[in-house]
């Protein structure tokens, strides 16, 4: 699946919080299989909105939608 470029203010929050590794590895894994384990990729309430969520580890998780066959990453 298709990554649309991360808004400037999510890449700032990735590096600020040294998560820039981890975002790499993950959007790899993403790129590759949206439904891959180590993901733990859940489909958000209410779940007609059709909002996803993601860990790229235990602390944190990133918030994304799919448009057009596109994963837009929301927070």
Do not use: C
Request: glycine share 2%; hydrophobic share 35%; no cysteine.
């Amino acid at each position: 699946m298709e990554i649309k470029p991360l808004r400037k203010d999510v890449l700032q929050y990735l590096h600020k919080h040294n998560l820039d590794k981890k975002w790499t590895k993950t959007k790899m894994l993403l790129e590759q299989n949206v439904r891959h384990p180590s993901l733990h990729v859940e489909l958000l309430e209410p779940r007609w909105r059709g909002v996803y969520s993601f860990r790229l580890d235990r602390q944190y998780r990133a918030i994304f939608t799919i448009r057009e066959g596109k994963a837009e990453i929301v927070a």
